[in-house]
């Protein structure tokens, strides 16, 4: 099933499928007028090059070459003479659609022998129905022929992955109802959605829209309708006499038109395709398979790659909203925002609202694109004068509100089905009147439905980020709500840093953006860790998945990993650059718990290679801490990921629990993390916790020892370094528990051994 985000006809709309040449339609306008002279065809036809080579070639065939004349026909106009008025008006038609769905996507890289077979004769039988039945428009039957089943050619275009398993299917009901249940749209649908698009003063969309509706239907049909419907039975449905025999009964023909149609359309094929050069050879042999629904994708590992995928995303808005306040200031980051939003989820427009001093009005910010006049806008969020803006910034939740007034998904809303209509409106009263200043956002984003997403950083609502979007889009943002959440808590944040720094002066308005700055590519440093677990335990996750193995402890430990992953860029919000607090004290924290942990994330994931020996020493006794268990396992992760990298011929690490220390009359636990690596040289072991240039490549390089020394200090602990030829050293003091210290005095230590 397609994710809403994905949906198809949103898919036809920004896929850019070519438009129909302009020159077809003014040739078929010049074709249907009485006075069509040759001279003024020929002026029209000389515009397109390709066109004019295509009619030269033809009338110098040797099927319309006059023998014995010397010579062949000199000039344009004198083809056209040659050629007759039919024959034109066949190798126009025929021409302008080949050259424009030649050019769709993936049509280079997909056999269109049948497609295009199947696509002549329909337009040759048509066109003969038409004379038949004396239909005025003969060529608008032949287009209609040709185009009736575009639509395929359109949804291999916008969706190959979802479509190209049943390109090649039986043209039947069965497809259609594949189609309608994968991408919720008909290849009948999609062809009249497409043609619509050329505004033709025709029925030709209606002909392509219903040319699978049963015969009963059409009975007071457009004639184009019909005789549509009756060549695709003839072209790709002869076996089905009574389909037939019911869709020739509302052309008024009998069996013997029926047959003479039939028996000159195979000579008329070939004869057109081998005027537009189109290969035919070996179209018959292509076997048309029943169509399927394509093979379902996992939804848990669809919903992993989507998670990290925006943990990634959100990461990177981070880093560029950080460098934006430094770089612009707040009308840099606001313009970034803006822009961001847009590109990320696809908002028609964005306006950004931010609370005035006294906190009683959101207030415009002219930005990018948007009218100046913004910047006077002002929406009051008084609760007497209601309004779902308003509503978000006070309640600090997302709202979706559409034009005629309803909510859609929003926090208060959670009972309906997602659709842009929603259950209730803004009020409680469904379609009450907007409120005028919502009436106004509407008319100046120019959207159907706003998506609205307050900034809250710091438990503080700074102001409102407003997307404008069509209201049918609302449902697939519901279903993105945690990345748009995600999304504005890094804008906020980052929002946040650019409004404390008004009033500042160049230097302290510089110092501040760097530590700003500091602080976030210390958090994607860490951010790093859990995403490479993610990635190795993903592909651990795939392989099980193959083999049809249990993955519950894999999804446990990923989603752990995720969480761990949230918290990290969430708390770039509280962040306080160059800080020590203590986050965190008075839990009580199992060490060997922590460490066991550590250690089945990187065995699990072959992180560890076999040459490295690991190797757990816990004590029987005292194993708990006053500090959070996160945050001794980023210290532990990053230690032990620098002890893999620094033995890249193998070696042994070793981690410890040394037991109680009294230092400075205050009780710590000493926990020691080894290796029998090269050791460190004595210019780096002096600045060993200082974010300095390290022999690592990458964007964040010598930051490891630096955040592992600010998360020992953040928990109140100490951390010294020991490092000779033979190895390196880390002696990490934590603060114990004295419960846990008191009860187990006595008790002898316990070694366990874990290879």
Not at 9 to 22: E, F
Not at 104 to 123: C, M, Q, V, Y
């Amino acid at each position: 099933m397609l994710q809403p985000d994905l949906d198809i006809r949103h898919r036809l709309l920004i896929a850019r499928l070519p438009a129909m040449p302009q020159i077809l339609i003014k040739l078929i306008e010049h074709l249907q007028a009485d006075d069509a002279g040759m001279p003024e065809l020929a002026a029209l036809i000389a515009k397109d090059p390709a066109m004019a080579s295509k009619i030269f070639t033809v009338a110098s065939s040797s099927a319309y070459h006059r023998h014995g004349s010397g010579a062949r026909a000199p000039g344009l106009e004198q083809s056209l003479v040659a050629l007759g008025t039919d024959m034109i008006k066949t190798l126009v038609i025929s021409e302008s659609v080949f050259q424009t769905f030649n050019s769709f996507p993936h049509s280079g890289s997909t056999d269109l022998r049948a497609f295009w077979k199947s696509a002549l004769t329909t337009a040759v039988i048509a066109r003969d129905l038409a004379r038949a039945m004396e239909y005025p428009q003969v060529e608008e039957a032949y287009l209609a022929g040709l185009l009736h089943n575009v639509g395929r050619l359109a949804l291999l275009a916008t969706a190959p992955r979802e479509y190209a398993v049943n390109f090649m299917a039986r043209d039947d009901e069965s497809l259609c109802a594949v189609e309608q249940r994968t991408l919720q749209i008909t290849h009948a649908e999609a062809g009249a959605w497409l043609i619509e698009r050329w505004q033709l003063d025709s029925f030709l969309a209606d002909s392509v829209l219903y040319h699978h509706e049963p015969a009963a239907r059409l009975a007071a049909a457009h004639p184009l309708i019909r005789m549509v419907r009756l060549a695709h039975l003839l072209c790709s449905h002869g076996d089905e006499l009574d389909a037939i025999g019911d869709a020739a009964q509302l052309c008024g023909l009998d069996d013997a038109a029926l047959a003479r149609i039939g028996a000159s359309a195979a000579r008329q094929v070939q004869q057109s395709a081998d005027y537009l050069g189109i290969d035919l050879a070996g179209a018959d042999d292509i076997v048309a398979p029943p169509a399927s629904a394509p093979l379902a994708v996992d939804p848990v590992q669809q919903r992993l790659s989507e998670e990290v995928r925006n943990m990634m995303l959100v990461s990177e808005m981070a880093q560029t909203f950080g460098r934006k306040v430094g770089e612009g200031g707040e009308a840099g980051l606001l313009d970034a925002v803006t822009r961001s939003a847009r590109v990320l989820f696809d908002f028609e427009n964005v306006l950004v609202m931010l609370e005035n001093p006294t906190g009683q009005a959101l207030l415009g910010t002219a930005t990018g694109n948007q009218p100046g006049r913004l910047a006077q806008f002002m929406l009051a969020l008084d609760p007497a004068q209601g309004g779902r803006v308003a509503q978000a910034a006070r309640t600090r939740t997302p709202a979706y509100v559409c034009r005629d007034g309803h909510a859609a998904g929003d926090a208060g809303n959670r009972g309906g089905n997602g659709d842009s209509g929603g259950n209730g409106s803004h009020d409680g009263s469904s379609g009450a009147p907007l409120p005028l200043a919502e009436e106004q956002l509407f008319r100046i984003l120019g959207s159907e439905a706003l998506v609205c997403l307050p900034l809250v950083a710091n438990q503080r609502c700074l102001g409102v980020l407003i997307g404008g979007l069509p209201a049918w889009r609302l449902a697939s943002c519901r279903q993105r709500e945690r990345f748009l959440q995600s999304f504005a808590t890094q804008a906020a944040a980052a929002l946040e840093t650019a409004l404390s720094e008004r009033g500042h002066a160049r230097r302290q308005l510089a110092q501040v953006a760097e530590q700003y700055r500091e602080a976030s590519r210390r958090v994607v440093h860490e951010v790093n860790n859990p995403l490479s677990i993610i990635k190795n335990y993903l592909s651990v996750l795939d392989s099980k998945l193959a083999r049809r193995e249990p993955v519950v402890g894999e999804l446990s430990i990923l989603n752990d990993e995720i969480d761990r992953v949230g918290q990290l860029i969430n708390g770039l919000a509280d962040l306080q650059p160059g800080s020590a607090s203590g986050a965190g004290q008075g839990k009580g924290t199992d060490v060997a718990g922590v460490v066991d942990d550590v250690l089945r994330l990187f065995r699990a994931t072959g992180f560890v290679p076999a040459s490295v020996q690991m190797v757990v020493r816990m004590q029987e006794g005292p194993g708990a801490i006053e500090g959070d268990a996160d945050l001794l396992k980023q210290v532990l992760v990053n230690l032990v990921k620098n002890a893999v990298e620094a033995m890249p011929d193998g070696g042994r690490i070793e981690i410890a629990n040394r037991g109680l220390v009294n230092r400075e009359r205050r009780l710590y636990l000493e926990l020691v993390v080894s290796d029998t690596g090269p050791g460190l040289s004595a210019e780096l072991l002096a600045n060993l916790f200082a974010p300095v240039k390290s022999t690592k490549e990458g964007a964040h390089h010598g930051l490891g020892l630096s955040i592992v020394h600010g998360l020992v200090s953040r928990m109140q602990g100490l951390i010294a370094c020991r490092s000779s030829n033979s190895g390196t050293t880390f002696e990490i003091l934590l603060p114990a528990v004295p419960s846990t210290a008191s009860s187990s005095a006595g008790q002898p230590p316990r070694l366990m051994d874990s290879v």
